[in-house]
């Protein structure tokens, strides 16, 4: 479902303020494991509000392949008909998860305690990505799993036939390899439990409780351990989607940088291991009020209000940060640029190994524009010209990925000449309709005839 057939380039220009209540699409993180759960169970899970991205639907066409029903009313819900733990069949074709790493390492993990065996590819962004941090802990499982050289995709994985529980230490907190061993562990014997140096989303731990398994959860030396009994019987669940805190990133930045806008974000997952951003933001002196917290489906949901100011300023954002705002760090760094002074970042690394080298990506972007930028390997400085000094004027690369390609789009909104993205098609694999929403709340963004 792309809003676009052809790779498009957009051009963003200055714009007016922007103003509006954002009706931003589902979590994508959410919509995945309600998809993957829902086919672990026996009887029909409801999901409303999911991502009707290509990323998830590259997971509902996977949970397909592997036997569930999963099937769409005119409305928009969706119901997945599931096989139960340990019920998934051989698929008869290659798992294709196209751009996405959370579906490719969650369902490998799904699938990695059953005796079938399943290939997985992606496109040429996904294929280069690492994924020995998932080969290695489900090889402990007894899943045998043939890579490419340097443990890339196209991978093949012969699920355990005698799953043995695992306790494994992940190298680096990453939800992905969390909930690729805990959904793994679903299917074997015994306790299985993950610990994570530091605690990253935890949507797969909040769901699996939804769907009646119990989880426990304690703090070590060695970080935050996730355990669970295999085996369990999951119930089917009505699940409701909040919307996206990584897409609502978008309109809040670009809200914070466009002089007398004012936007509301209504029923935004505002779960604390994702709401970095907004608190990052706050400390940058954004005026940002999150309102009206509830509980929806075992996630917190808000409101959002955000207005532009003039005061916005560097920070120091501490690397413990980095976890709960991840995915944030392209847009929060067109942010910092239209600041006053320098934000400093660490802990950053990981932003490297996601849909693009998102630190070199955006550095380029920044520095073309006329903003003061250093990264290392692991860090990132940036010294911000104020507002509506960033001159623009550039043709930038989307690197076929989505956040790098909207980054650019809002940075062109604010800026003094206008900002042209090579290649939008990515933004619909997480966030269908973006140009159009944008638009709705007042954004100069239009296609450019080659
Ligand atoms: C995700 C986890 C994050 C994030 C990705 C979605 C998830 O990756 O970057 O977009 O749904 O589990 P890591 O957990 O590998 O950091």
Same mark, same amino acid.
């Given at each position: 479902?792309?809003?676009?057939?052809?790779?498009?380039?957009?051009?963003?220009? %200055?714009?007016?303020?922007?103003?509006?209540?954002?009706?931003?699409?589902?979590?994508? #993180?959410?919509?995945? %494991? @309600?998809?993957?759960?829902?086919? !672990?169970?026996?009887?029909?899970?409801?999901?409303?509000?999911?991502?009707?991205?290509?990323?998830?639907?590259?997971?509902?066409?996977?949970?397909?392949?592997?036997?569930?029903?999963?099937?769409?009313?005119?409305?928009?819900?969706?119901?997945? @008909?599931?096989?139960?733990?340990?019920? *998934?069949?051989?698929?008869?074709?290659?798992?294709? =998860?196209?751009?996405?790493?959370?579906?490719?390492?969650?369902?490998?993990?799904?699938?990695?305690?059953?005796?079938?065996?399943?290939?997985?590819?992606?496109? &040429?962004?996904?294929?280069?990505?690492?994924?020995?941090?998932?080969?290695?802990?489900?090889?402990? *499982?007894?899943?045998?799993?043939?890579?490419? #050289?340097?443990?890339?995709?196209?991978?093949?994985? #012969?699920?355990?036939?005698?799953?043995?529980?695992?306790?494994?230490?992940?190298?680096?907190?990453?939800?992905?390899?969390?909930?690729?061993?805990?959904?793994?562990? !679903?299917?074997?014997?015994? $306790?299985?439990?993950?610990?994570?140096?530091?605690?990253?989303?935890?949507?797969?731990?909040?769901?699996? &409780?939804?769907?009646?398994? /119990?989880?426990?959860? /304690?703090?070590?030396? $060695?970080? %935050?351990?996730?355990?669970?009994?295999?085996?369990?019987?999951?119930?089917?669940?009505?699940?409701?989607?909040?919307?996206?805190? @990584?897409?609502?990133?978008?309109?809040? =930045?670009?809200?914070?940088?466009?002089?007398?806008?004012?936007?509301?974000?209504?029923?935004?997952?505002?779960?604390?291991?994702?709401?970095?951003?907004? !608190?990052?933001?706050?400390?940058?002196?954004?005026? !940002?009020?999150?309102?009206?917290?509830?509980?929806?489906?075992?996630?917190?949901?808000?409101?959002?209000?955000?207005?532009?100011?003039?005061?916005?300023?560097?920070?120091?954002?501490?690397?413990?940060?980095?976890?709960?705002?991840?995915?944030?760090?392209?847009?929060?760094?067109?942010?910092?640029? *239209?600041?006053?002074?320098?934000?400093?970042?660490?802990?950053?690394?990981?932003?490297?190994?996601?849909?693009?080298?998102?630190?070199?990506?955006?550095?380029?972007?920044?520095?073309? =524009?006329?903003?003061?930028?250093?990264?290392?390997?692991?860090?990132?400085?940036?010294?911000?010209?104020?507002?509506?000094?960033?001159?623009?004027?550039?043709? =930038?690369?989307?690197?076929?990925?989505? %956040?790098?390609? +909207?980054?650019?789009?809002?940075?062109?909104?604010?800026?003094?000449?206008?900002?042209?993205?090579?290649?939008?098609?990515?933004?619909?694999? #997480? *966030?269908?309709?973006?140009?159009?929403? +944008?638009?709705?709340?007042?954004?100069?963004?239009?296609?450019?005839?080659?």
């Amino acid at each position: 479902m792309s809003d676009f057939d052809r790779n498009v380039s957009m051009c963003a220009s %200055r714009s007016g303020p922007l103003r509006g209540t954002v009706e931003v699409p589902g979590d994508k #993180s959410i919509s995945h %494991r @309600s998809l993957i759960l829902g086919a !672990l169970t026996v009887g029909e899970t409801t999901i409303e509000g999911l991502l009707e991205g290509q990323d998830v639907l590259d997971t509902a066409e996977a949970m397909r392949a592997f036997g569930a029903t999963v099937a769409r009313d005119d409305v928009g819900k969706w119901s997945v @008909s599931g096989v139960g733990v340990g019920g *998934f069949a051989e698929p008869e074709y290659v798992i294709n =998860c196209g751009n996405s790493g959370t579906a490719v390492r969650l369902i490998m993990g799904a699938m990695a305690t059953t005796p079938i065996t399943a290939t997985f590819q992606g496109d &040429r962004s996904l294929n280069e990505r690492p994924m020995g941090r998932v080969i290695d802990p489900l090889t402990l *499982f007894g899943a045998r799993c043939v890579a490419r #050289s340097n443990q890339k995709l196209p991978i093949t994985i #012969s699920g355990a036939t005698e799953p043995m529980p695992v306790h494994y230490t992940t190298p680096i907190p990453s939800a992905q390899i969390k909930s690729a061993v805990l959904l793994a562990g !679903l299917n074997a014997p015994g $306790q299985t439990t993950v610990i994570e140096p530091r605690m990253s989303r935890d949507h797969t731990e909040r769901m699996l &409780r939804l769907f009646g398994v /119990q989880i426990d959860e /304690q703090n070590t030396d $060695q970080g %935050r351990a996730v355990s669970l009994v295999g085996q369990p019987e999951l119930q089917p669940q009505e699940i409701v989607v909040p919307r996206d805190p @990584s897409s609502a990133a978008f309109p809040i =930045c670009a809200a914070l940088i466009i002089p007398d806008s004012y936007v509301v974000v209504p029923g935004l997952c505002v779960n604390p291991t994702r709401s970095g951003l907004l !608190l990052t933001l706050q400390e940058m002196g954004a005026d !940002l009020c999150i309102e009206d917290e509830r509980d929806e489906c075992g996630e917190i949901v808000a409101d959002i209000h955000v207005r532009y100011t003039s005061d916005l300023r560097g920070v120091t954002v501490p690397p413990e940060r980095v976890v709960c705002m991840i995915d944030e760090y392209p847009i929060l760094s067109v942010v910092a640029a *239209f600041a006053k002074g320098r934000t400093e970042m660490s802990g950053v690394g990981e932003l490297r190994v996601k849909e693009s080298d998102r630190l070199a990506a955006m550095t380029q972007v920044l520095q073309a =524009c006329g903003v003061d930028v250093a990264d290392g390997p692991d860090w990132w400085h940036i010294d911000g010209v104020g507002p509506g000094a960033v001159s623009g004027g550039m043709m =930038c690369h989307s690197y076929l990925d989505h %956040r790098i390609a +909207m980054s650019c789009l809002v940075m062109g909104l604010a800026s003094q000449n206008p900002i042209t993205v090579d290649d939008v098609a990515p933004i619909s694999t #997480s *966030f269908p309709g973006f140009v159009r929403l +944008m638009r709705d709340l007042g954004a100069d963004i239009q296609e450019v005839n080659s």
